[in-house]
């Protein structure tokens, strides 16, 4: 029944055009539609994160913990404005009493087509949908963790907790406390590539968002054990697109240099952004829009 609740009101949240659009001065939309997936708080592959990512990487019991204060005051508040439930539970609730909901904002088909044809530079519906998309989907966390707080079920959005952090990987160089796309692997949505995007059922050209709610929801099932399945490089090593679409050599069919994107990204492509398109913005996602896995899974 959650399951149905949340599913409904990201649609409807996303079905508002004052919500879900690309930013001053144009109505266009900033999303086509939406996957989403659960996972269980005690799934072992959260225990796998920290040993892989790094220790700092949260659990989701952790992330719940560390911002239930917040989710206790919105819960009394929805409560005392709704008189429904309250949403009751300790502070630091069982890892398997928590759930964790994933999911992916897909680009939509104009915004994918600009980008298309760009070489170098982000297509500006691209560019917007980075900064006034990142917007619509961080009111969209914000919204469902105050309506689900309505119902009676406290949660907590992991990445904007003042906590949340970018912070270096022993492994994997640049990371965060609460990885996305590691998160929406585990929660069924997909797998990653050679350029680093998570592939969903809708492909790479999306942005990703979760929350952890004290609340059991049954777990999406992941339809792969491989945690590159769904790209071809991996698969049969019939495509490299990603890395011919890059424009500074940052994927390569032996790894990537997450420096270089860096660089390219927040410098370069900031200048032309302000520039051409006249906002503060950046973006690229060159490696993910006209390649194979953009709009779906290219493997058979
Ligand atoms: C730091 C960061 C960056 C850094 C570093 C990127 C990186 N690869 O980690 C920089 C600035 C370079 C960057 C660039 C971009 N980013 Co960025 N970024 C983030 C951020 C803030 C944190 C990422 C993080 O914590 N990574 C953790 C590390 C460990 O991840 P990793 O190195 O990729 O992990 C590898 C290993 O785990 C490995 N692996 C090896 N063996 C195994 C085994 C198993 C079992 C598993 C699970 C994994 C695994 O696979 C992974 C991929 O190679 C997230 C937001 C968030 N909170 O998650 C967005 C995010 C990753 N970025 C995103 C996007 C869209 C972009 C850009 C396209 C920029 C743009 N908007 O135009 C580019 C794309 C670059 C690329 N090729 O991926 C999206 C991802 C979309 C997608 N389809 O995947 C995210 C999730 C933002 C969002 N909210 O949607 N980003
Ligand atoms: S473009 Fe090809 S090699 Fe690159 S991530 Fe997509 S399927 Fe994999
Ligand atoms: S986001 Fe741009 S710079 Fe970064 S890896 Fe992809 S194509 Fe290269």
Redesign the pocket.
Known sequence: MLRAFIARFIQEFLADPEKNNLGPGTTDQAWDGFVLGFSNGADPLYD?LKE??GEFHWSPAEAFTLGWPAAQTAAAEAHDAAGGPSAAGPGNPRPDELTVVSWALCQTEATKKANRAQTRF?SEP?ARS?IYGQKC?RSLQRALVKALASEGYAAVAP?LLPEWT?TE?PT?????T?????VA?VSGLGT?SL????ITERG?A????SLVVHAAIPSTARSYSD?FAYCLFYHDRSCTACVDRCPVG??TPGG?D?KA??QH??SATADYVKHEYGFDGY???L??TGVPCESGIPVP
């Open positions: 796998f892989h990512i982000p691209w980075r989907g990445a970018e990987s994997y160089g640049r990371a965060s609460w990885s996305e796309r590691h692997y990653f350029c680093g995007g998570l790479q999306a942005r990703f968002g945690p940052s994927v990537r997450k994107c860096a990204l927040e973006g690229c996602g490696c993910q």
